[in-house]
């Protein structure tokens, strides 16, 4: 089954009034959660089981008590359709879901000697739990006034997560050959650390990297095993026993992306004198089409190379008529040489159009401008770190970037100066720009579904 969707998810449990109660009821609860699973056959999928763990860890401190006592109170009843919700990923994607929500509806009510008309809103809750539909949510929230702060706050937490999750996401391929740059633009895309940036950190797995609706302090990772809090090292280290070609992540973006419902498929660089693999990987997602657009990074200091130039003409076409934009990145390298690099970019455009693409849309931008100014809004950096800032800084401010995006984007984006200097960097390396425009895409797509 694919959990793609389910990963997109927040996690409520921190958030959860049940985190209030004695550890006892927490244990029984989440031993009640399993037992609902259980009855309607969903505890095999492995999803379920890695979230239901997630929930044991989470809710209960010690497992010395399970057994000692079984009471739960009746008002926990009232969070259980969205803590199932919550383990089902918020999306109706298991077998017989909809007749399965009565049986769960049922014995629900019968356990706990709910009053008539208590089964409607616990499959009210469930259906709306897990399709995000406004008019279910609606009814939901009708007596919202009544109710506490913690318990408003957890259900609009699960209202965003439902919503989020079965929102079209905007798939972005990014490729690129080796030493492009890609995995410190995807980093900046993210605004976290979620790839490795050496090129002997290249590997042969596709890398997708899912958008959460809001920060819940935990990265997940699919790499054969699910986590979903992996620190540093389980993100930065592929797992040997994972037979799939496929690495899901999951985060939220601490980028201008935040909030934008995305997917990105990050396929690994290509150098065909040094690993042929990467290139048949990177060549069947592209022929898979299974993404809405993409993103080639080129790299401004080794332009026109004959990995390039293959790669380029591959994907003009492969890519069944997607849209394909380019972002060229390591304009920093070039600030002391060369002097007009707005007539590289044009140069650049015309030797894209001779490969097949028209009018090619040329992003130029400069991921490691992006890693300092990013680093610098979170923390003060280091001696040597701001003097590279300034350096870049300098140069950036003295570059006619923002006209060649204004000319670009049509006008349609306008990113005004800033007093912060590390906004201002974004601005002017044209990361602010792209940031801008995929959020705009996102949202356009989102609209059109």
């Not at 309607?40 to 000692?68: M, P, T």
């Not at 490691?368 to 680093?375: G, N």
Request: overall charge negative; glycine content about 6%.
């Amino acid at each position: 089954m694919s959990y793609q969707n389910s990963f997109s998810a927040a996690q409520i449990i921190f958030h959860s009034p049940v985190l209030k109660e004695s550890l006892g009821i927490r244990i029984n609860y989440v031993s009640y959660l399993e037992n609902m699973i259980k009855l309607v056959q969903w505890g095999q999928e492995k999803y379920v089981q890695a979230e239901l763990a997630f929930y044991r860890q989470r809710l209960c401190k010690s497992l010395s008590d399970i057994g000692q006592e079984r009471y739960l109170p009746p008002h926990i009843s009232n969070f259980i359709p969205f803590d199932l919700a919550s383990v089902l990923g918020f999306h109706p994607q298991y077998p017989g879901f909809q007749d399965k929500v009565k049986v769960l509806a049922d014995q629900c009510a019968r356990d706990f000697g709910a009053a008539e008309g208590w089964s409607s809103y616990f499959t009210l809750a469930l259906r709306a739990a897990t399709s995000g539909d406004p008019a279910l949510w609606a009814k939901i929230l009708c007596g919202a006034d009544r109710l506490s702060a913690d318990y408003l706050q957890f259900f609009l937490l699960v209202r965003d997560n439902a919503e989020f999750v079965n929102r079209a996401p905007l798939r972005i391929l990014v490729t690129a050959t080796m030493s492009a740059g890609k995995s410190t633009l995807i980093n900046g895309l993210v605004g976290k650390k979620v790839n490795l940036t050496r090129n002997l950190a290249c590997t042969s797995k596709t890398h997708i990297i899912l958008s959460k609706p809001y920060e819940d302090g935990c990265t997940t990772e699919y790499d054969k095993d699910i986590v979903f809090d992996a620190d540093s090292n389980t993100l930065l280290t592929d797992n040997d026993e994972n037979p799939s070609n496929r690495i899901t992540v999951s985060t939220c973006f601490q980028s201008g992306l935040k909030g934008e419902r995305l997917v990105l498929m990050d396929t690994p660089g290509i150098n065909s004198s040094e690993n042929e693999t990467h290139s048949q990987i990177t060549q069947q997602v592209v022929q898979e089409g299974q993404y809405d657009v993409i993103f080639y990074v080129l790299n401004a200091t080794q332009l026109r190379t004959m990995d390039d130039e293959v790669h380029l003409k591959f994907i003009a076409h492969h890519s069944g008529g997607k849209p394909v934009f380019f972002v060229l990145n390591k304009t920093d390298q070039l600030l002391a040489e060369e002097d007009d690099l707005i007539g590289l970019v044009q140069r650049q455009q015309s030797y894209l159009e001779s490969l097949g693409f028209s009018e090619p849309m040329i992003f130029p931008i400069s991921a490691k401008a992006v890693s300092l100014a990013q680093k610098a809004l979170r923390e003060p950096l280091g001696r040597i770190e701001r003097r590279e800032f300034e350096n870049l800084s300098d140069a950036f401010n003295q570059m006619n970037f923002c006209a060649w995006y204004e000319k670009l984007l049509q006008g349609n984006i306008y990113i005004p100066w800033n007093s912060s200097e590390a906004k201002n960097l974004l601005r002017n390396c044209g990361f602010a720009y792209l940031e801008k425009f995929l959020a705009e895409l996102s949202q356009n797509h989102a609209g059109s579904k």
